[in-house]
Nanobody
Framework: QVRLVESGGGLVEAGNSLRLSCVAS???????????MGWYRRTPVKEREFVAA????????YYADSVKGRFSIYRDNTKNTVYLQMNTLKPEDTAVYYC???????????????????????WGQGTQVTVSA
């Protein structure tokens, strides 16, 4: 059973940066590299929404329009970790950020753009990001 743990959230002023990490454990050796991975976020007034995804091969990345050009997703398969580098943060980026794994091996990472409510993904517990004006 794959388990995901996010970290790196915190309180920052607008314009600053944060890097979120998501470490996967419990997967047999090497299998993490076959999973497409995504980041999502949720606020008290909005349901969970897609932020970014990366294909299992790391050859393709996908972003929500609201973060394109500011956020970057990348992965280190040697560490079973996916990252979300968030630059030029805005108050509207304030949310709980969740990491998700599509454990259907070799799946198309692009589908993660449309699956923010998909319970069959493996989800982390979330990390709070707060951006002050």
């Amino acid at each position: 059973q794959v388990r995901l743990v996010e970290s790196g959230g915190g309180l920052v002023e607008a314009g600053n940066s944060l890097r979120l990490s998501c470490v996967a454990s419990g997967a047999p050796g090497g299998i993490f590299s076959t999973y497409s991975m995504g980041w999502y976020r949720r606020t008290p007034v909005k349901e969970r929404e897609f932020v970014a995804a990366i294909s299992w091969s790391a050859g393709n990345t996908y972003y929500a329009d609201s973060v394109k050009g500011r956020f970057s997703i990348y992965r280190d398969n040697t560490k079973n970790t996916v990252y979300l580098q968030m630059n030029t943060l805005k108050p509207e980026d304030t949310a709980v950020y969740y990491c998700a794994a599509d454990t259907k091996r070799f799946s198309n990472g692009q589908t993660m753009m449309y699956m923010a409510q998909y319970s069959d993904y493996t989800w982390g517990q979330g990390t709070q990001v707060t951006v002050s004006a």
